[in-house]
C-alpha cells in the first residue's frame, strides 16, 4: 500500500465515512487473518525451557490454535522480575514452531534487533509499552514479516491507529491491530478490555482487529468471558496466555489459561463465533 493509500485510514475518522472493509493479511502460508475465519494466538507469556514450551505449543494446536506466541524479550515493569531468555529463547521458539507446525509470533522491543528476531519468527509483536516508538515502527515498516501492533494502555484509538500509519508508511502493508486493555480507575482487573475501541478501530481502518483477554483481564477465570465479547463485537481473532503450570510460571502466571482451560474457552468461542457468521 502506498503512503497516500495508507493515509485514507485515517480519512475515515475525519471524514467519519463508511467502515471499510477488513483487508485480508496473510500470516504465514495458509493462515490468513481478517476474513471469516477467526485467527487464535496462544501460547506462554514468556519462554521459559524447551519442554514447556514444546507442551503448550502441541496443546494449542490440538485445541485450534494457528499462531505459537511466546516472548523471548519481556519489557517487565520491575527490573528484578525475569526479562526473557533473549537470543536463546527466540532459538527454542524457532524450533519448537517448525517441530509442531505453527507460525510463531514473538516481540521485539528495539529497533536494532529487528532483523534478528524476524529470521526467527514469522511475526513481530510490537508491545504495548513500545507502541510509542517511532524508530522501532519504522524499522518493522521496512521488513518483510506482518506486524502485531499492539494499543498502549495509556494510548487512544486515534493514537493507535497514527502508530499503525507509521509501519504503513514504511511500506509493510501487514499490519494486525491488538486491543490488550488500557488504564482506567478500576484496579479490580489488571487493565480495562475496551471492546468499544475494537468496533471503532474497524470503522477508522481496513486492519484486522484482535483481542488479547488475558493482559486486558489479567485473571485466569475472566479470560474467557472477555474472549467471548471480542468475538462477539466483531475482532477477527484472539491472543491468549497458555501455561501448563500457571502457578510456576516465570510471568503472568495469573491470567495464563491451563492447556484445558484453552480448550474449553476455544469450545466457547466456537458457539460465539458461529452467532456471529464467524469460524475459528
Ligand atoms: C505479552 O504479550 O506478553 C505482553 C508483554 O503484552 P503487552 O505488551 O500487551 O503487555
Ligand atoms: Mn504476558
Known sequence: MSVSESRTLIGFVEQEAAPPRTRPVELAPGVVIGGTRLVVFAGPCAIENEARLLAVARAVKAAGAQVLRGGAYKPRTSPYTFQGLGPAGLALLRDVAHAVGLPAVTEVMAHTEVDLVARHADILQIGTRSMHNVPLLHAVGECDRPVLLKRGFMATVEEWVLAAEHILSRGNSRVVLCERGIRTFDTGTRFTLDLNAVALAHRMTDLPVIVDPSHGTGHADLVLPAARAGIAVGADGLIVEVHPDPAEALSDG???????????????????????????
Open 254 to 280: 495469573n491470567q495464563s489459561l491451563t492447556p484445558q482451560a484453552f480448550h474449553d474457552l476455544m469450545h466457547a468461542v466456537r458457539r460465539v463465533a458461529a452467532a456471529v457468521d464467524r469460524t475459528v
